[in-house]
């Protein structure tokens, strides 16, 4: 075969196989999403399988009866004939082979004009070992050693008195090659005192079957039909139950999407299904009553929050310039009253602090939050935010380390959300380091910029790490604070880095420290994918082990991409400098 045809039968056979595949996986899809594909498929085929038992018990049935009656027809309609033919031979001297030659010729004449046989042909034929000088006679000469066989022979003659049924193909006179069904019947009689023949009648079954064969049609079109009007039934009926529970789902996805008035159509009536839409709607109704009333309660809190922060600010100020001037006087006073007046001033600064985070985090839950973006280098920011926690550093004796790439790492982001979350995240680290390095590791690809701050301190445990981003949450709230604060944090500097489009990760380990990763797209609509650094860059501190852990965000915001294994014992960040603040 040339190979060129060869190629192009390859060709042909692979998108064959392509066609197939397609269109089963389209006929598996298709199967899997239609609940009334699959109700009515499973009906259809539980309808051809009892249509198709019924119409073989029926044919069987019908067969055997139109078969049975027949033979017994011919079984006595046979032994008729044979014993007219008997008393006929009885009844008539043959003195000669001619005259017993004639007698057998007027013999098969006779049977064929008889108006009661329905026999087709008739044969007689002279028994092995006759003596006679006679032929054989049939009604179709041709067809003698057709139908009768050496064993039909044998046994007609083994049967004595008895008759020999036998079922035969008869050939058609005008098509030979064409058979039709047929039975022969044999029997033996004497035809001359030294002489016995045997007499054979040959009937055509070809009636029965041609009604056999309308019976057949006949139940299968019935049976066509019955499936036919099978599937219309169970696809009106299916249709029918399954269109309102479509209705109720894509109702529930719009309300899901924040479509409250969408309502279920088909409520009115006194059926199943109308009562489902009315039970339905009314649940709609409870639950959009419910979220506006949630909504408004929440706009009144955010209200509130909002209107206490700002009334709060006016005696606030006015507490602050009381308590400076009583700071500043605490020389005059006695001990007791001077360290009173410290206390004093530093609660204060939390509360100024904690309301300019409640105001932050009203705004966010408002949607007042705005994103004055600019293009910055996010290594002078980071640089920035370490020098100023440079001296709550050196007052918990720890060592930041900062490591920056070579390349640019500018992208589009507001200065002052960043600075915030920069600074919240290093002072934390700071202040769990207990002592021990902190690493600020700044990394950059095509796509997004990237700052972790790496801590090897207390660390977090899996429940802590899952709640970390919640508001007013401390993993230990009568753990001692340094620089105080409100537990917003967090919860603020996630906020910055969605109103961003960007992603804030946390991980950690008990006792092996805490690291948070700050991703930026570099532009707006830029999908930042996997991040350019890891989450936690291997230690190189004795005894500290970074083994992976996985990364746990919030419950709201996009979800970061899986944190590689850790455990190897470099991990490749994109550094190319190093620079250490103590």
Known sequence: MPSGLVAR????????????VRGTRRAVAQWRSSLQLRVVTIALAIGFAAIAVLGLYLSTSVRDGIYEQRLAAIDGEAAALTAQVAASFSETATTSDGELQVLLNDTIATLGATSGS?????????EEGGTAQVANVASRADLTDVVITDELREANLASGDDQVLQAVGIPAPDDPGTVRPGVIVGSTIQAAPDSSYEIYYLYSLEPEQETLSFVHRVLLAGGFGMLALLGVVTWTMARQTVTPVTRAATVAERLAAGHLSERMPGA???????????SFNEMAESLQDQIRRMEDLSTMQRRFVSDVSHELRTPLTTIRMASEIIHDSRDQLDEDAGRSAELLLGQIDRFESLLSDLLEISRFDAGA???DAERRDLRDLVMSVVEQAAP????????????????????DFDPRRIERILRNLIVNAIEHAEERPVEVTVAEDDRAVAVVVRDYGVGMTKQEVEHVFDRFWRADPARARTTGGSGLGLAIALEDAHLHAGRLDAWGRPGQGASFRLTLPRSAG??????PVTMAPASHEPGVRTGQIPVVNPSTGPTPTAIPD???PDVDVPVTSDVEVH
Do not use: H, N
């Open 9 to 20: 039968l390859r060709r042909v056979v692979s998108r064959a196989r392509i066609v197939a």
């Open 118 to 126: 329905t026999a087709d042909e008739y044969f007689l034929l002279q």
């Open 268 to 278: 009115r009536g006194t059926d199943e299904m109308a009562s489902l839409a009315r």
């Open 369 to 371: 939050a705005v994103l």
């Open 392 to 411: 709550l550093a050196d007052t918990k004796d720890v060592r930041v380390s900062v490591r920056l790439p070579d390349a640019d790492a500018a992208a």
């Open 526 to 531: 830029v999908e930042i994918g996997e991040p």
């Open 566 to 568: 850790l455990s190897e």
